[in-house]
């Protein structure tokens, strides 16, 4: 077994948005294709210079998580 040149599944990834966060951070948003047809949002939040967080996101997930942000900014005074 070679290891010289692994097959990765292809993905397209097209950059969404980059937000400035509180607290030094930058949450960033791509669309992901997968080669399979798959559709991810993927969020990559950064935290300082070296910490990362990517969260890999489904279409229900994002509209469940929409529907709580949207109340909870409605309900800040």
Same mark, same amino acid.
């Given at each position: 077994?070679?290891?010289?040149?692994?097959?990765?599944? #292809? $993905?397209?990834?097209?950059?969404?948005?980059?937000?400035?966060?509180?607290?030094?951070?930058?949450?960033?948003?791509? %669309? @992901?294709?997968?080669?399979?047809?798959?559709?991810?949002?993927?969020?990559?939040? #950064? $935290?300082?210079?070296?910490?990362?967080?990517?969260?890999?996101?489904?279409?229900?997930?994002?509209?469940?998580?929409? %529907? @709580?942000?949207?109340?909870?900014?409605?309900?800040?005074?």
């Amino acid at each position: 077994m070679t290891t010289d040149n692994p097959e990765f599944a #292809k $993905e397209d990834v097209t950059p969404l948005a980059t937000l400035a966060a509180p607290w030094s951070r930058e949450i960033s948003f791509s %669309a @992901v294709e997968h080669e399979s047809g798959l559709r991810i949002l993927r969020m990559r939040i #950064k $935290e300082g210079r070296a910490r990362f967080t990517i969260v890999d996101l489904d279409e229900k997930t994002v509209g469940e998580m929409m %529907a @709580v942000m949207g109340e909870w900014a409605k309900a800040s005074p």
